[in-house]
């Protein structure tokens, strides 16, 4: 059973995991390695990801589950216990600070380069061509070669209060709170600014990850709480394409094989 | 229960910053919401990230107007855009799409959305100043790449309908998912 931690309380051995994880496959160029997680939800087409989109728009908790569920499990390969932390940007620590230090400091302990601030984009250079030809996606990458992930953030107290995530957990419904969590989100993703402020971009960005155990993390809550309910009949058996699971086989992390440490204080 | 009206849509003196004229008056008989619900239906993702701002009865607002009830501002919703087309012809248009009963590939991922403010507060808050709604106000702010540019949005936030509901006040009915 993995672990994940606070991002902002996360244990040595933990953030060490997870660099190395992470690292580890950053050197994979196939279907277990960091690129190719990073591209199911952005680029190279198609955009897999689940948002808000018609009759899909309950199936962003459920298949952003699945995605870091997989991702999850290739970094065990690599790195035993290796978890995704969560980032709480609630937090009086986010609010003063901005993103976790352990994702924002330029260099780790042995002066080499910060996995968690920054990685190359693994992207066919056409696709780099056409990022940088692009109004508005050309924001989203440095423009050294190779193209890195870059962030511009708001002020740290823009980010989402507590007394937020207090209002969505009154939902009344699975599809309501799904809708309101998803809107929260979005701002986060825009908060950050630089590769994770558009779909095509965001998941190349280590801050994605532990923004989406968060999400994960409420989701979870939620279903303990007495609000939690689950989505609708009609749509438990909906395959999370291109991941091999439905949505009923997300609804209980225990069944996942991982968990979430929150007694930590911050 | 709801309360709606004819509305007149209208540019700002700002670009991109839309206002609705509207004629809902609250009195005692219909106060009683739990809830209060302005549902954008239609609205477009297929462009940059952007936020859109709520503001009712104030139209001198923009980008920089504090987020106060005081000022009108009943919330706000995201959209996490798609930054443009980067596929061929009919790529990123839903309608390019053939209907067949034998077609089972998922929705097509950019079909409208439809996005909610909890706009209860600020709608509470007039009542209780005895003031009418009359205007809803929105103010689009991009969610660029770099900080300098999150600024008012001209022409990217796109919407078919709006409309406001109310819930009435019991446990039972706010089950009602909104439509």
């Keep these: 059973m993995a672990t994940r931690e606070n991002a902002s309380a996360i244990s040595n051995k933990g953030l060490q995991r997870l660099r190395d994880a992470y690292n580890a496959l950053l050197d994979l160029d196939d279907e277990r390695g960091y690129q190719h997680f990073a591209g199911i939800h952005g680029l190279p087409l198609p955009i897999q990801c689940k948002h808000s989109t018609g009759a899909l728009d309950i199936l962003f908790l459920p298949w952003h589950r699945a995605y870091l569920h997989f991702l999850e499990l290739s970094m065990q390969d690599a790195v035993a216990d290796a978890a995704i932390p969560w980032w709480n940007w609630t937090s009086e620590r986010s609010h003063q600070q901005g993103l976790p230090t352990a994702f924002s400091e330029a260099e780790e302990p042995d002066g080499t380069a910060n996995v968690l601030r920054s990685v190359r984009l693994g992207l066919a250079p056409e696709w780099i061509t056409r990022l940088r030809n692009h109004p508005v996606l050309r924001g989203t990458i440095t423009s050294g070669n190779p193209a890195r992930t870059r962030r511009d953030p708001d002020p740290p107290d823009e980010l989402p209060r507590l007394q937020t995530l207090r209002s969505i957990f009154q939902a009344p419904s699975y599809q309501d709170f799904s809708r309101r969590l998803e809107n929260v989100h979005g701002g986060v993703h825009g908060w950050v600014g630089g590769t994770m402020s558009q779909v095509p971009t965001a998941a190349f960005d280590p801050i994605f990850w532990s923004h989406h155990s968060f999400i994960d993390f409420l989701w979870h809550l939620w279903q303990q709480s007495p609000m939690g309910q689950d989505p609708p009949p009609n749509l438990l058996d909906v395959v999370l394409d291109p991941f091999p699971m439905t949505v009923r086989q997300t609804l209980r992390i225990e069944n996942l094989g991982y968990d979430y440490a929150f007694t930590v204080a911050e | ?179």
């Design chain 2, 1 to 179: 229960m709801a309360a709606s009206g004819e509305c007149t849509k209208s540019g700002g003196k700002r670009k991109g910053i839309l206002h609705l004229a509207l004629a809902v008056t609250l009195d005692d008989d219909n106060i009683d919401f739990g809830r209060a619900d302005l549902i954008f239906e239609g609205v477009d993702h297929s462009q940059i990230s952007y936020e859109v701002r709520v503001f009712l009865n104030n139209k001198r607002v923009d980008h920089t107007t504090e987020r106060e009830v005081e000022r009108g501002y009943a919330g706000r919703f995201i959209v996490f855009g798609h930054g443009g087309c980067m596929g061929g012809r009919g790529h990123c248009d839903p309608d390019y799409r053939q209907t067949s009963p034998f077609d089972h590939r998922p929705p097509h991922p950019l079909l409208p959305q439809t996005k909610i403010v909890h706009a209860a507060g600020a709608l509470m808050h007039l009542y209780e100043a005895g003031k009418p709604l009359k205007s809803v106000t929105m103010v689009p702010v991009l969610l660029a790449p770099n900080r300098k540019d999150r600024t008012l949005a001209d022409g990217v936030f796109r919407f078919e309908t709006v409309r406001l509901k109310l819930y009435p006040n019991t446990v039972s009915v706010m089950n009602i998912v909104p439509v």
